[in-house]
């Protein structure tokens, strides 16, 4: 019981805590270019279906402006507030977070190393319906390679762009489920349905995500409030809401972390602390390993409950 709950622990702790050992102003566009690899009819196969299922489950959401912000003072961190407005322009963003499915094709179609399957503990949980644990880059590479592929302008969304979706375009919505509302067991997790599920997968000590199991969102989103973190494109400052500027914010030009959003693998009672609110900020550093993991490397992937939501940035409906 001991062992499953450090094993718990550093799951959880790993996606949020610690300083980062490599500099983020290494971080930038990828363009969608990577190694180039022979691709076998079944993978160009594999290839195609997954480019149809992307532009498939893209949600187009109408453009607006709304009160960006903890509006109802339910939030008990300081850096969802002021509430402040925001106008944004029209776009897409996909209905569920990417799958190491997702992500194993673009890695055979880029030839490069598929994603947390490295780490002697942390790979023994990658299944394909789990949404993957990626690193910011790795996240911002996919989104970016599905762009070249689709000739769309795809990355990963601003935590406006998630949170006006997340609201039904911006609607007083404290929880992004399909009433606004956590029903335990209904629209979210249940803990004795999260411990049944970890009974399923054989993995105890690992907090699984398995998405679509319970109902969109209003628009059509699924899973917008657990199984795992997103990484947003914003670099993350606590004070950025007193000066963000109205106009398609993007977050501060710089800086050591970058924004997540949603929240890990949890039950209903425990999202409704707080975990799962539409306006909760979380983040973490883009760049791993992490020093205060390093006894660590090679066997848990610090990113295991980071994952990644695709937007397209065009202002009509992809066709």
Same mark, same amino acid.
């Given at each position: 019981m001991m062992k499953q709950k450090i094993i718990a622990f550093l799951f959880s702790s790993l996606a949020l805590t610690a300083c980062a050992k490599s500099s983020p102003d290494n971080l930038q566009k990828n363009n969608g270019?990577?190694?180039h690899t022979e691709v076998s009819p079944e993978l160009q196969q594999q290839i195609n279906h997954l480019l149809e299922k992307t532009k498939k489950n893209m949600i187009?959401?109408?453009?607006?402006?709304?009160?960006?912000?903890?509006?109802d003072h339910y939030d008990s961190k300081i850096?969802?507030?002021?509430?402040?407005?925001v106008t944004l322009d029209s776009f897409s963003m996909s209905a569920y977070k990417a799958t190491y499915a997702d992500l194993d094709i673009y890695s055979a179609a880029t030839n490069t190393p598929q994603v947390g399957s490295t780490e002697s503990h942390s790979s023994q949980f990658r299944y394909p319906v789990s949404s993957a644990g990626v690193s910011w880059q790795e996240g911002r590479n996919y989104c970016q390679w599905l762009g070249?592929?689709?000739? !769309?302008?795809?990355?990963?969304?601003?935590?406006?762009?998630?949170?006006f979706a997340a609201r039904n375009r911006g609607q007083k919505i404290h929880f992004p489920t399909n009433t606004g509302k956590i029903e335990n067991g209904v629209n979210v997790w249940s803990f004795?349905?999260?411990?049944? !599920?970890?009974?399923?997968?054989?993995?105890?000590?690992?907090?699984i995500s398995?998405?679509?199991?319970?109902?969109?969102?209003?628009?059509?989103?699924?899973? !917008?409030?657990?199984?795992?973190?997103?990484?947003? !494109?914003?670099?993350?400052?606590?004070?950025?809401?007193?000066?963000?500027?109205?106009?398609?914010p993007q977050g501060p030009k710089a800086g050591t972390e970058k924004v997540l959003r949603s929240?890990?693998?949890?039950?209903?009672?425990?999202?409704?602390m707080g975990e799962g609110l539409t306006v909760r900020r979380s983040h973490a550093h883009p760049v791993q390993p992490i020093d205060f993991y390093d006894e660590f490397k090679g066997v848990i992937n610090p990113n295991f409950d980071n994952s990644v939501r695709c937007v397209v940035n065009q202002t009509k409906k992809i066709m």
């Open positions: 270019q990577q190694a187009f959401v109408e453009g607006g402006s709304f009160m960006m912000g903890d509006f850096d969802s507030k002021p509430v402040h407005k070249t592929q689709l000739k !769309l302008d795809i990355d990963l969304p601003t935590e406006a762009q998630w949170e004795k349905q999260r411990q049944a !599920l970890f009974r399923e997968f054989k993995s105890i000590g690992a907090e398995v998405i679509g199991r319970y109902p969109a969102s209003a628009l059509g989103f699924y899973d !917008l409030i657990t199984d795992n973190y997103e990484w947003m !494109l914003d670099w993350y400052a606590a004070d950025y809401y007193q000066h963000s500027p109205e106009k398609n929240a890990k693998p949890l039950d209903g009672q425990t999202l409704q």
